[in-house]
Nanobody, 124 residues
Framework: QVQLVESGGGLVQAGGSLRLSCAAS????????MGWFRQAPGKEREFVAA????????IYGDSVKGRFTISRDIGKNTMYLQMNSLKPDDTAVYYC?????????????????WGQGTQVTVSS
């Protein structure tokens, strides 16, 4: 089992920045990759970004490329999502996730464990 706890969400004006954190605990040695997804009211869960456990490889969703940066601190078992130039369309609950095998992917079905989510609201 892997436990994930997100933090750092909040209310920000358009153009502003936020940094989300995802702290992992438990059997983190079985983690191969970690990812961020988001879900807005009435919409499907959307891929945001993902990273290998080592941090050597990253992928991003088209809607956040150039604005968001994913990273991780192995020593702290923590993953981050730096979000810049935020837009009202970025408003959603953001979830972190892990998968035990394979590299980072864009499909939520590939991930095994999920956090409870943190709300991000961007005002216009």
């Amino acid at each position: 089992q892997v436990q994930l706890v997100e933090s750092g969400g909040g209310l920000v004006q358009a153009g502003g920045s936020l940094r989300l954190s995802c702290a992992a605990s438990g059997r983190t040695f079985i983690t191969a990759a970690m990812g961020w997804f988001r879900q807005a009211p009435g919409k499907e869960r959307e891929f945001v970004a993902a990273i290998t456990w080592s941090g050597s490889s990253t992928i991003y969703g088209d809607s956040v490329k150039g604005r968001f940066t994913i990273s991780r601190d192995i020593g702290k078992n923590t993953m981050y999502l730096q979000m810049n130039s935020l837009k009202p369309d970025d408003t959603a609950v953001y979830y972190c996730s892990t998968r035990g095998r394979g590299g980072p992917t864009m499909s939520a079905n590939d991930y095994d464990y999920w956090g409870q989510g943190t709300q991000v609201t961007v005002s216009s």
